[in-house]
């Protein structure tokens, strides 16, 4: 059966900018496999949000701040003109064209509207624990709308005290954009929005102890933190590559020995460890979070004590027991748009029925 899908993205930035993180490539390929399995499917996402292929309602208004940024006992934060205030109410108003509204924001308000809402809302949370706001606003929908909550690992869902109320989707990738390489030059590869949750200063030091370059790609989301890492390590191998879209962005991966994730906090689960494993690049990363449950230790990676760069350094070392074919293989398997869209499609079709 057809349904159809209104997109909620984030408010946190305009798809295509980066700001989003990873939730701006989830959108888009749930978005592209839901259209290809004949849904029909609209995004509402903030003005200045660019795509060639999807249809996309831009909305004016101010950006919401980066819950990473905030405390625990934080207050919900909203601006004057709030873009996911203005999001919602388009929602509002259009609401009676759809089967099902679909949130990809990690933000209260969405949770907080969805018993005010006629149509069914599906919640796809992209973080682990945050806030006391954030985890109280998804627990009282999680208790209310019972399957409603869709998470990207168990390690994530585990940070929440309701974990087996959240249905667990992993993720997807539109694999035929991902070339497998077989050749790797001797180089490392990180990638992610430059922030400090994202520990990019420990991989350079592993980078400089080893003597072997470092492509950095992504947003620099906090420059100061940034210009803190070039001058803590004036002389190490690192090459800023930039924010490349996807087509790009595999390319120059795929050309590394090695990814390597070093996150100080519980990644929810990775979107550029899957990506990497699309180009045959095994991971080199922290137990932590969704990286504990994509990486197969000793074969596409290896998951080393966290914080720790001789870790990093001692996994780089043993780099030649990784089977590169046996990443590619892995993605094929578990992280393809038809293996994503299938756990998305029967998630959507549960909460229909109810
Ligand atoms: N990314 C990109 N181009 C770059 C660097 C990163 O498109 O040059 C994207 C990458 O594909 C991934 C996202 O940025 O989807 C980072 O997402 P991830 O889930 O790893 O972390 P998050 O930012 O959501 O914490």
Redesign the pocket.
Known sequence: MYHKLLFMSTPIGSLGS?LG?????TISNIAKEMLRRGHEVNIVAPQGSISSSLPIKEIPGELQIPAQNQSRSDPIFLHKNSVLANMWDYARQVQADYDLIVNFAYDWLPLYLTPFFNCAIAHLI?MGSLTNAMDQIIEQVAIKFPGTIGVHSKTQAETFTFAERCICLLNGLDLSIYRFCAEPTQSLAW???IAPEKGLEDAVAAAKIMGIPLKI???KQDVSYWEKICQQYPNAPIEYV?????IE?QKELGQCQALLVTPRWI?A????AI?ALACGVPLIAYRRGGLTEIIEEGKTGFLVEPDSVQGLVEGIKRLDELDRQACRQKAETLYSLEAMGDRVEEWFQKILQK
């Not at 930039?242 to 996807?246: A, E, I, M, S, V």
């Not at 689960?269 to 550029?272: P, S």
Request: proline share 4%; glycine share 28%; aromatic share 16%.
């Open positions: 980066g993180g990873g939730v701006e490539l992209s990638v992610g929005r790609f992504g947003f930039g924010f490349l879209p996807t962005l990644e689960f990775g979107n550029v990506e």
